[in-house]
C-alpha cells in the first residue's frame, strides 16, 4: 500500500490577490523534500472524501493525485484545503498541484495554469419536488439558488440564471440544507453531488429533484502554478499515458461506472482543456 500523509490547511483569504512566487524548480523542490503535495478538499465523494471505514482520503481525484507521486517516485501528501484557498493556496506554493474539482474559467486561467482534463462535469439545479413551477434552470430567473463560495457553481449560477439571487455557504451540506428549509429555490453544483443528495433525500420529509438541461458543462484540470512549465508538463506525460493505458478508464469505472451509486458511462476523454 502505497504511502500518503494527510494535513488540513486553513483557509486563506488574500492570498490570490499576491504576485506569484518563482517555483520554476517545483520538481526538484518535490524531490528534495521527498513528498509530492497535492492539493484537494476531502469533503467531495466520490472525487476526494474520508472512507468511512479506513477514515482515509480516498477518490477519483486522490488516485490521480497518486499517480503523479508515483511518476516522481515520491509519496503522496494530501493537503485539504477549502474550495475558497484552492488557488491561493496554489500561488503560495504550499501546495504543488491542485486537484479539488477545479472547473475551468477565463478568470482562474489568468492566475494559475491548467492541466489537461480528467474530468467533465455538468453543473444543474437541485429544486424541492414540491415545487411544481420550476422545470428547468430558466425558471429560477429572478429567484435565491444556494452554491458552494468561492466555486464554478457560483459563477454559473450568476452567469447563466437572469436576476439570480446567489445566497453562498462554505461547504455543499449548508447549500443543500438551505433548499430543504426553504430559504432557497434552487441548489447549483456538480450532477454528480446532486445524483447523490436526490437518492439520499429520496425517503425524507423534502424530497428533492433534478432540473433540466445542464446550467452549464464545466472541464475539470490540475491546477499548477502559472509558468510552472516543467511541473506541468510532468502532470500531462503522466494523464496522457494513463488515458492510452485504459489506466484513466479503469479509475473511473472504479469510483463511477457500474456498481456506483452513479453507474456512470465515461463519456470524456483526457485531452487539452479547449477555452
Request: proline share 5%.
Amino acid at each position: 500500500m502505497k504511502q500518503w500523509i494527510i494535513t488540513c490547511a486553513a483557509a486563506v483569504g488574500l492570498a490570490a490577490t499576491l504576485a506569484p512566487m518563482a517555483h520554476a524548480d517545483t520538481l526538484q523542490d518535490i524531490k528534495a523534500r521527498g513528498k509530492f503535495i497535492c492539493g484537494t478538499m476531502g469533503t467531495a465523494e466520490p472525487f476526494s472524501f474520508q472512507d468511512p471505514k479506513t477514515r482515509a482520503i480516498v477518490g477519483y481525484e486522490v488516485d490521480m493525485c497518486q499517480a503523479v507521486a508515483d511518476s516522481l517516485g515520491v509519496p503522496l501528501e494530501l493537503k485539504l484545503i477549502a474550495v475558497e484557498a484552492r488557488i491561493p493556496e496554489l500561488i503560495a506554493g504550499r501546495v504543488d498541484v491542485v486537484a479539488a474539482n477545479l472547473g475551468w474559467s477565463p478568470e482562474r486561467a489568468k492566475q494559475i495554469d491548467y492541466s489537461h482534463q480528467h474530468f467533465v462535469s455538468l453543473q444543474k439545479v437541485l429544486a424541492r419536488a414540491s415545487d411544481k413551477d420550476l422545470k428547468s434552470p430558466a425558471d429560477l430567473a429572478g429567484k435565491r439558488v444556494s452554491a458552494v463560495r468561492g466555486s464554478s457553481s457560483e459563477q454559473g449560477a450568476r452567469k447563466f440564471i437572469p436576476n439570480v439571487d446567489p445566497v453562498t455557504f462554505k461547504d455543499p451540506s449548508g447549500a443543500f440544507l438551505a433548499l430543504q428549509q426553504g430559504k432557497v429555490s434552487g441548489f447549483v453544483a456538480s450532477e454528480l453531488m446532486l445524483v447523490k443528495l436526490k437518492q439520499q433525500a429520496a425517503s425524507s420529509a423534502v424530497p428533492v429533484k433534478i432540473l433540466e438541461p445542464a446550467l452549464f458543462v464545466e472541464p475539470w484540470g490540475m491546477g499548477v502554478r502559472r509558468g510552472d512549465t516543467v511541473m506541468l508538463n510532468q502532470v500531462n506525460k503522466v494523464l496522457d499515458g494513463m488515458e492510452a493505458s485504459g489506466k484513466a478508464t479503469q479509475i473511473f469505472d472504479k469510483w463511477f461506472g457500474p456498481g456506483t451509486p452513479f453507474s456512470m458511462k465515461r463519456d470524456f476523454r483526457i485531452e487539452a482543456i479547449k477555452g
